[in-house]
């Protein structure tokens, strides 16, 4: 049916109106969280659970984040060319406003690609220690949060509570991350005194260190660090042999690590996760806020 010159007036005055009452299209940020371990590892879950949750709650626009998981704590070495060809595939149409680090391996892939991969974008970085930094420097347009494990004040704590022990027996694989926590750790126990003996079982299986320290005289302590692989090359899970370390043990057993604890280890100078997850969280939306990244100093 034909429409009088009115009629046409007043639908061109409704479709008018009803556009103007469309809200704006939605601001949508999106960040890469480039992750060094596994995202199923306790500690990556505490840890990112906290910085999604914060990112998601805090931010004044839409989140949309990408999870990529090296893993190169459990396969060292193996982070290459084609982790890179693949992330440049999956992200060369996806404007990204920030990445997110975790850890030295995110770290040093990033220095690697980085600007290949996201030219420009700015980067924070969490989890990591200050010691590395010190090593190679932060990556280009970026700031940080660092986590202070603090194994000096865990082994005093320990010494601590227990001043007749005598005897100090420390628990570690073979796998190159359990070997960086025998570096860390060694060091400081090489400045006690020779009032304290020191014994490394990093040599043996688990099943021996199982058996080794449930026959532990009454002066002893146990200092759990790491083992993602024993001694007999079997591939291990840390919290869960941190939990049969402390069940079987007859001295008591401190370690480094939150996700460690629950499980009868007795405690340590122990970061808390979540907390550094909001803390790395908060610091993203600075940036994304349009805050200078070279004006936001490390944390």
Do not use: C
């Not at 009452?21 to 060094?36: C, F, H, I, S, Y």
């Not at 004040?153 to 010494?159: E, G, N, V, Y």
């Amino acid at each position: 049916a034909a429409l009088s010159m009115g009629a046409v007036g007043a639908l061109s005055t409704l479709a008018s109106l009803a556009q103007s009452d469309r809200p704006a299209e939605e601001k949508t940020w999106r960040v890469v969280v480039l992750n060094n371990a596994d995202f199923l590892l306790p500690s990556s879950a505490l840890m990112d659970q906290a910085l999604r949750e914060t990112l998601t709650r805090e931010a004044p626009h839409s989140v949309e984040l990408f999870g990529e998981a090296l893993d190169s704590i459990r396969h060292p070495g193996t982070v290459d060319d084609l982790h890179y060809a693949l992330l440049r595939k999956k992200y060369e149409k996806i404007k990204v406003d920030l990445v997110m680090l975790r850890g030295r391996g995110s770290i040093d892939f990033v220095r690697r690609y980085g600007e290949a991969l996201w030219p420009k974008v700015p980067v924070v970085f969490y989890n990591e220690r200050l010691e590395v930094l010190r090593d190679k420097g932060a990556p280009a347009n970026s700031t940080g949060v660092l986590v202070d494990i603090d194994a000096a004040s865990t082994i005093d704590l320990a010494l601590r509570l227990h001043p007749r022990a005598r005897n100090i027996y420390v628990v570690g694989g073979t796998a190159a991350y359990d070997q960086t926590w025998k570096r860390r750790v060694q060091p400081l126990l090489s400045r006690l005194n020779d009032f304290y003996s020191i014994t490394w079982l990093d040599h043996l299986p688990v099943p021996r260190i199982l058996e080794t320290v449930a026959e532990l005289p009454p002066d002893s302590l146990v200092l759990y660090t790491s083992i993602l692989i024993d001694a007999e090359g079997n591939t291990r899970t840390n919290p869960q042999v941190a939990g049969q370390i402390a069940a079987a043990s007859a001295a008591p057993v401190y370690g480094y690590l939150e996700t460690y604890l629950g499980g009868g280890l007795v405690g340590g100078a122990i970061p808390d996760l979540a907390a550094h997850g909001r803390d790395a969280a908060r610091l993203a939306l600075q940036v994304l806020n349009g805050e200078q990244v070279s004006k936001i100093p490390v944390i």
